[in-house]
């Protein structure tokens, strides 16, 4: 289990004829696993310029992320830690229209060099946790929206990522689908101790499904609120 805490981050775009954007200014905020953390607000407040950050895509101009290995709970040894291994589920399902379900969850396995033996297996028990068994051997064109975001989750979760960001995964789909969803994505994350960060444009999403939301706003990208959602959950 990892937490990250971001410490004064700051980012600047620099533009062309001296026009840079401040895209972040003083963010600091925390990502506990086993939690969701949702972050909202309007488009341009800087979501993806912070999520791009923690995922090590994007250098800070000033601040900086601790990576925190929590061992046997919060309460326990802290260990400031490399960047944990991260998984990303994207608004555009992002499949391999060629390969079968069970194909675009192996690939991950494959790249990260695991056994051959073992690669199926977790496929199976992973597609088994977004209730897609049976679907193995279909294409992505033969699944509708929902099942394909299942798919999405599933690739994800195969790779046991300490750290899952969620960008904007349900925007796509009908509201039933994404309750589904959102609640099966809610259970899985308890379940597995992942640290959760949802980009999300909608507020009943973030109520919804995070433990924590950061509400940013623009110029510049701040927090400028967090507030605790104490949901019971079924
Ligand atoms: P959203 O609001 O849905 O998150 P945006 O339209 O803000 O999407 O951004 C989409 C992508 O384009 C992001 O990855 C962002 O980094 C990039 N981007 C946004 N604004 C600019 C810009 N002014 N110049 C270059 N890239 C940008
Ligand atoms: P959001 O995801 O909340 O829509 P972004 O993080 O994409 O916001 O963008 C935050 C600010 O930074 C916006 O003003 C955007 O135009 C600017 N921006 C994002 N990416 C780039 C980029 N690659 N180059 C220049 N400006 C960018």
Redesign the pocket.
Known sequence: AVAIECRDLGLV?P?AAGES?L??SGVSCCFLPGKVTAII????????????IVRGFLDPSRGHLNFVKLEGGVAAQRQVTKRPAMSTVWQAFNLFPWLTVLENVVFGLELAGVPKAEREARARKAIAAVDLPGFEKKYPRQLSGGMRQRVGIARALVMNPDVLLLDEPFGALDAQTRLVLQEQLARLVEQSGTTAIL?THSIEEAILLADTILV?S??P?RIVATIDVELPRP
Do not use: D, E
């Open positions: 775009f533009g954007t895209a972040l607000g309007p488009s341009g407040c800087g979501k993806s310029t912070l999520l791009q980009v940013m623009a110029r990208g």
